[in-house]
């Protein structure tokens, strides 16, 4: 994954896989004074689906030590997961997963830089929102920084901590990145990872919060994107999808979430209404549960 920023704006990162194959719209978001963040919280509601698609949430540090990705997967026909995955710190220092739900997934991962994947098979619906937070935390060891990934269960009206992923720190200069979500760069994307089909229409919402503190982050009102993205029910959009379909798609839409803004690359919109996090959901995350050590599975 390669990016370049411009102040703590990142205006340029695609996933490096098979040339011709894949494609991607981003949204690069302003991450300005937030750069010791360390912790996360976001949402994606999907309005429009298709299998081969990855509705990435969040990517922090894309390019550098440790960077990460998580978010929402439509595999196939039958099959939906949730993912989180981090990269290595250095050739050398590979981060780890200690802690992980017995439905976690977890192994090394390669092809676009290497590091530590997890996923979990998780049946998320188009039309409801996907609640995630990643914590970044010093580590039981010396050295070491703990990235902790929690999804909000609908079913059980719970959090459930997906796994926690051990990094390295390494030097001084890459423990910067290592320890922190903010300060180099953050996206969130839709990528069609298989490359086809992409006249259907995929549509989702994208909102973050961003801090130092479960209580207190800060909601982040501006991005810049490119492909077919904009604001839509306040929230900014990504899409996929031929002209007619997603105007089509658009209008079934309106009555419910409003007409679409349509941004484009390099311009930036109105800001998003400053949202807090609703005070039940900050009471949640500030007693969040801690996953089984991986050698107790």
């Known amino acids: 994954m390669t990016c370049n920023r411009v102040g703590a704006i990142v205006v340029g990162t695609a996933l490096l896989l098979a040339p011709g194959r894949t494609g991607a719209q981003h949204l690069w978001w302003d991450t300005r004074k937030l750069n010791d963040a360390n912790c996360l919280y976001g949402e994606i509601t999907v309005l429009a689906t298709h299998h081969a698609i990855y509705y990435c949430g969040a990517n922090w540090h894309p ?25 290595d710190t250095a050739p050398t220092l590979h981060p780890r997963v200690t802690q992980a739900d017995p439905k976690t997934i977890f192994n090394r991962f390669g092809g676009e830089g290497e590091g530590a994947h997890t996923h979990m098979l998780w049946d998320w619906k188009a039309g409801e929102t996907f609640q995630f937070f990643v914590q970044k935390r010093p580590g039981a060891a010396p050295g070491t920084t703990d990235a ?31 320890a922190t979500i903010g300060g180099g760069g953050l996206a969130s994307f839709l990528e069609n990872f298989a490359g086809q089909d992409r006249d259907v229409p995929k549509l989702a919402l994208y909102r973050l919060w961003l801090g130092t503190d479960a209580g207190a982050m800060k909601c982040l009102t501006q991005a810049q994107g490119d492909g077919t993205w904009g604001q839509l029910h306040d929230a900014y959009f990504l899409a996929e999808g031929g002209r007619p379909a997603l105007d089509t ?13 349509f941004g484009r690359e390099g311009a930036k919109l109105r800001p998003l209404t400053d949202k807090p996090i609703p005070a ?18």
């Not at 099959?79 to 990269?87: A, D, K, L, N, P």
């Not at 902790?148 to 009206?157: A, F, L, P, V």
């Not at 959901?281 to 050698?295: H, S």
């Open 280 to 297: 039940a959901v900050i009471r949640e995350l500030k007693a969040l549960p801690t996953g089984k050590n991986v050698q107790d599975k």
């Open 148 to 178: 902790r990934y929690y999804i909000y269960d609908r079913g059980s009206k719970q959090w459930r901590h997906s796994a926690t992923i051990t990094c390295p720190n390494g030097d001084k200069q890459s423990k910067a990145s290592v």
């Open 249 to 261: 798609l658009y209008g079934q839409l309106q009555q419910q979430y409003g007409k679409p803004t």
């Open 63 to 87: 390019g550098e030590p440790a960077g990460g990705y998580c978010g929402i997967q439509h595999n196939g026909p039958q099959e939906r997961r949730t993912i989180f995955s981090i990269w």
